[in-house]
C-alpha cells in the first residue's frame, strides 16, 4: 500500500494535535512521540506533527514562517459541501482562521484554512461527474 507522510513544523504539538483532531484526523499512537505527533486522515494520509527542533534535526534549511511566507497548500478532499462546511466550522472554533471566501465553480466548492502555525489547507468537495461534463474528459 502507498501512503504519505507529511512533516509539519509546529510551535505546540499538543495544541496543534487538538486542532487537528478537530478537523477529524485520528491519532497514530504507533508513531506519536513527545515531539512528534501521528495524525491520520486516511489509511493513505499521515499528518506528522513536529516540534520544530525534530523537524529541524534532518534538514538544514532555514524553516520559514508559514504565517508570512507562502510554503505550501494542501488539500483535503471530503464527499459533500456539508462535510466541507462542518470541517471548517470546527477549525475555525479550534482556533483556525479562513484565509479566503469560499470558492464556487459549479462543479467544485473550496474553502481555504489556516492551522495554528498558518499552514495552509483547502477543504474541497468536488463532484466528478459535473467536472467530466464540463471539461468533456472521461
Not at 489547507?121 to 467530466?132: E, G, N, R, S, V
Amino acid at each position: 500500500m502507498k501512503q504519505i507522510f507529511i512533516n509539519l513544523p509546529v510551535k505546540d504539538v499538543e495544541a496543534s494535535m487538538a486542532f487537528y483532531k478537530q478537523l477529524g484526523f485520528g491519532v497514530n499512537p504507533l508513531f506519536t512521540f513527545d515531539d512528534q505527533k501521528c495524525m491520520v486522515w486516511d489509511e493513505h494520509i499521515y499528518l506528522m506533527l513536529q516540534t520544530h527542533e525534530m523537524f529541524n534535526s534532518g534538514n538544514k534549511k532555514h524553516l520559514a514562517d508559514p504565517k508570512e511566507n507562502a510554503i505550501a497548500t494542501f488539500t483535503l478532499q471530503v464527499e459533500s459541501l456539508e462535510k466541507v462546511n462542518k470541517i471548517m466550522e470546527n477549525g475555525i472554533h479550534a482556533g483556525g482562521r479562513e484565509t479566503t471566501p469560499m470558492i464556487d465553480e459549479g462543479f467544485m466548492q473550496v474553502r481555504n484554512l489556516e492551522d495554528l502555525d498558518g499552514h495552509h489547507w483547502a477543504i474541497i468537495y468536488l463532484d466528478i461527474d459535473k467536472f467530466k461534463q464540463k471539461t468533456g474528459r472521461e
